[in-house]
């Protein structure tokens, strides 16, 4: 056997043998199970590249695939609508229209995550094809969004809302890359793309999915809810919560001075881009009292004289810097810090260790830290000032911190 496409609607089982290949086609669960075996037949329909971290090592994450059923049902959609004024005799569209349409994830290839979409056709499943007018519809409307221009008078309006379905997953710096083709230039979907193209239609909000830290601050164990609150004070109530949750949440509730959590889950936006509630929460988690991200967050608050009527607020660029430069460049192996603010508006990064105090004043403005480890026992005092402008400067204020901070014992191997 060989490996099939994999197909976006994941009602669909998809086999596929060397002469001929073919399609088992299972029915949706809307509708009374049935098979038909087909003879498989694909044809391209689509190139496109996702970019972002989570794509440089060629893979796609199943969350962003799932995504591409919304672009599916798009264009099924858009295609009804093409083939009923085609045929304005009729008052539906041609029976089989819907099982006349399936796309599938044919190949990933270097380059980011390059992806190759194909049609998967069955021969007997004869129609008009109107597939890839509808294809040309939907990427000439994206486009025109994306250099502010009016919306094609071919795309119905009324459609816009069901980009909503396509590329939620997408975290702020990933995107689909959509290559240029007859006289339309290549554009980018990212999330400001896909809520320009929802908000066009009227629409008043749109959702997103969002990550919130803070701390509990309210339970109703009768309805199974909490109340979140953020560092800058923002409250987010009436928040559900699993069975298998409770603990977790019953903990944060009682611990809630110094212990926070992490949820996430799919945030309700309106068209300031304001978030106004939260639902279908999916995970709950409790931090770490130096988790680097919360810590951030509690940073960013404070303003100017925050320390008895002195100390300078820290700068939001820098700190937006810092916490990027510890996500990606700092090693498990090496513990996370406790950070501080400076008076001056910088930050002092602490370690624990029986044997060493080990500390060390970031610059965010300049971009260099200097490093100190005293001798709690005995030895002698190591001073470094290092650079953290490049991910080697990083590797290098690691294997410092290294020497003399004890290593995670739940991570395997050195520093690389």
């Known amino acids: ?9 994941c009602a669909e089982l998809l086999l596929s043998a060397f002469e001929p290949p073919y399609c088992l086609l299972v029915r949706p669960a809307t509708s009374p199970y ?23 090592a060629h893979t796609v994450p199943f969350e962003v695939l799932r995504d591409f059923v919304g672009l599916e049902d798009l264009l099924v959609e858009l295609a009804r609508r093409i083939h009923l004024k085609g045929h304005p005799e009729r008052q539906r569209a041609a029976r089989g229209l819907r099982e006349h349409f399936q796309i599938g994830l044919a190949q990933v290839t270097p380059g980011s995550a390059r992806l190759k979409i194909v049609r998967l056709r069955p021969d007997e499943l004869a129609l008009a094809d109107v597939f890839d007018q509808a294809k040309s519809v939907a990427l000439a409307a994206m486009c025109a969004v994306f250099l502010n221009q009016p919306t094609p008078p071919d795309f119905p309006t ?3 809302p069901l980009f909503e ?12 890359e959509f290559p240029a083709e007859d006289a339309r230039p290549a554009f980018t979907y990212d999330q400001k793309l896909r809520r320009h193209l929802i908000l066009r239609s009227g629409k008043k909000s749109y959702t997103e999915p969002v990550e919130i830290r803070g701390g509990i601050i309210e339970i109703n164990d009768q309805a199974a809810t909490f109340t979140l609150r953020e560092p800058d004070g923002k ?18 509730m009682k611990e809630r001075a110094f212990t926070r959590v992490l949820l996430q889950a799919t945030g309700v936006y309106d068209g300031s881009e304001q978030l106004t509630r939260i639902q279908e929460p999916t995970s709950l988690d409790l931090l770490e009292s130096n988790d680097v991200n919360m810590r951030i967050d509690e940073l960013l608050v404070l303003e100017d004289g925050w320390l008895g ?5 820290l700068s939001r660029d ?32 602490e370690w624990s260790s029986i044997e060493w105090e080990i500390s060390a004043e970031i610059d965010i ?3 260099q830290a200097e490093f100190v480890s005293i001798p709690l026992v005995e030895g002698e005092i190591d001073e470094a000032v290092i650079s953290l402008a490049t991910p080697a400067d990083w590797k290098t204020a690691a294997q410092w911190v290294a020497k003399f901070a004890p290593m995670n014992p739940e991570a395997a191997g050195g520093i690389t």
């Open 165 to 176: 379905r396509f590329g939620k997953s997408l975290k702020a710096d990933e995107g689909v």
């Open 318 to 349: 820098g700190l937006e810097w810092l916490r990027k430069q510890f996500t990606d460049h700092w090693p498990d192996e090496v513990p996370i810090p406790f950070l501080y603010p400076t008076p001056e508006g910088g930050i002092r990064t």
């Open 1 to 9: 056997m060989t490996t099939p496409p994999v197909c976006a609607n």
């Open 309 to 313: 009527g002195v100390g300078s607020a």
């Open 365 to 367: 403005a300049i971009k």
């Open 235 to 252: 409250t987010h109530k009436s928040i559900s919560y699993e069975a298998h949750w409770r603990d977790k949440v019953i903990k944060a």
């Open 158 to 160: 009324d459609l816009f």
């Open 34 to 56: 049935s098979t038909e075996l087909l003879p498989l037949v694909t044809t391209d329909f689509l190139e496109l590249r996702l970019v972002g971290d989570r794509f440089e």
